[in-house]
C-alpha cells in the first residue's frame, strides 16, 4: 500500500508540472528572477548642422589675409577709436585721392632684425687707467655726466635733498631737470644698483653719473622731491603766461576745427594709414587720436632706395 501511494503521487505531480510548462508562454528574458533588465546603452546626441565656412576661431586671421592682396607695408602705429563721436572731424566722409601704388612702392615692410640683447655692465677707463662700473649706456652716461657736472658733490647733495634746505633755487635748474628725467627714464638702472648693495665707501667704484642716481635710492621720497623741483624751476616761473597762451590755443582750436583744408588733410592721412596698416588689427581705423596719430605719420619714412630712384626720375 505504502509502494502505492508514493508511484501514484511522483506521477502525478511530474505530470502536472510538465502540463503548467507546456501552458505557461514562452520568456524572452534569460534574467534570474528578481532582478531588473539592464540598461541599453545611451542614445548618440544630437548634433546640429554644421557650422558655416570662414565662421570658426579661425575666420578673422582667415578673413583679413583674404582681403590683403598686395606687398606687406611698413606698419603705423598710431591711436585709433572705435565709436566715433557726433561732433567729431571724423563724422563727415571726405573723399580723398593718392596714388596707392607709389605708396606700397616707398613703403615696402623690412625684413625683420634679430631681438636685442640684454644691456649688461660695463667699465670706463679714465686717463689714469682707473676702472668706474657704468650701467647706462654711452649716450646718456654722457648726456647726464655734462647736466650733473654742475651739481654740488654726492654727499653735499644728499644734505640738500634730505633737509631741502634752500631747494631748488641753491641747485642749477638744467640739473634738477635732468636728475627728474633719468628717475623716470633708466628704472633698470636704480634697480640695478640696488641689487649690487653697495655701500657708501663702494661709491668710487661708480661712473659719475651712477653716483648721483645711487644717491638717489638712498633718499627717502627723491621721485617726489626731484619732481617738486622739476615743476618750481620749470612751468612754475611760467605760470603768469599761462591764462594768456590758453586763450590762444583756444582761438587756434576753432580755427583749426573749421579749416576745410585740415580736414581733407586728417581724412587723407586716415586713408594713407589704414593703407599701411592693412592686414593688422589697425586697420579700417574710423577715427584717430589728434595730433599723436599726426605725429606718428610724420615719423614714417620712405626706403632709401625708392627715394633715390624717384629723385632721379624726377630729375630726368
Not at 657736472?149 to 640739473?175: N, Q, V
Not at 581724412?267 to 599723436?292: M, Q, W
Request: one cysteine or more; a positive charge; aromatic letters at 8%.
Amino acid at each position: 500500500y505504502n509502494y502505492y501511494n508514493y508511484y501514484y503521487y511522483y506521477y502525478y505531480n511530474n505530470n502536472t508540472t510538465r502540463l503548467r510548462m507546456a501552458q505557461a508562454p514562452a520568456s524572452t528574458s534569460t534574467r534570474p528572477v528578481g532582478k531588473a533588465a539592464p540598461r541599453g546603452p545611451p542614445p548618440p546626441k544630437a548634433r546640429g548642422p554644421p557650422p558655416p565656412p570662414g565662421s570658426g576661431p579661425l575666420s578673422r586671421k582667415n578673413a583679413v589675409a583674404e582681403e590683403v592682396t598686395g606687398p606687406k607695408l611698413k606698419p603705423l602705429f598710431w591711436s585709433t577709436i572705435t565709436q566715433v563721436p557726433r561732433e567729431s572731424v571724423f563724422s563727415e566722409t571726405t573723399n580723398v585721392y593718392f596714388d596707392e601704388e607709389a605708396l606700397q612702392r616707398q613703403f615696402l615692410a623690412a625684413a625683420p632684425k634679430a631681438a636685442a640683447t640684454q644691456r649688461k655692465p660695463s667699465s670706463r677707463v679714465d686717463d689714469r687707467g682707473k676702472k668706474y662700473i657704468r650701467l647706462l649706456d654711452r649716450k646718456s652716461s654722457e648726456l647726464l655726466a655734462i647736466a650733473f657736472s654742475r651739481l654740488p658733490p654726492p654727499d653735499k647733495f644728499k644734505d640738500i635733498l634730505m633737509t631741502l634746505d634752500g631747494y631748488p633755487e641753491c641747485l642749477h635748474s638744467e640739473a634738477i631737470t635732468a636728475l627728474q628725467m633719468a628717475g623716470s627714464e633708466h628704472q633698470e638702472v636704480f634697480a640695478k644698483l640696488q641689487q649690487m648693495n653697495l655701500q657708501y665707501s663702494d661709491l668710487q667704484q661708480l661712473d659719475m653719473p651712477e653716483r648721483y642716481l645711487w644717491m638717489l635710492t638712498t633718499i627717502e621720497s627723491s621721485a617726489v622731491k626731484l619732481a617738486a623741483g622739476a615743476l618750481l624751476v620749470g612751468p612754475a616761473r611760467e605760470l603768469p603766461d599761462l591764462k594768456s597762451a590758453a586763450n590762444r590755443v583756444r582761438e587756434s582750436c576753432r580755427l583749426f576745427r573749421s579749416s576745410d583744408l585740415m580736414r581733407r588733410a586728417i581724412a587723407t592721412a586716415l586713408a594713407v594709414g589704414n593703407v599701411l596698416n592693412r592686414g593688422t588689427a589697425r586697420s579700417n581705423a574710423r577715427a584717430l587720436v589728434l595730433p599723436d596719430s599726426l605725429l606718428k605719420l610724420e615719423e614714417m619714412r620712405a626706403s632709401t632706395a625708392e627715394i633715390s630712384s624717384s629723385s632721379e626720375d624726377d630729375r630726368s
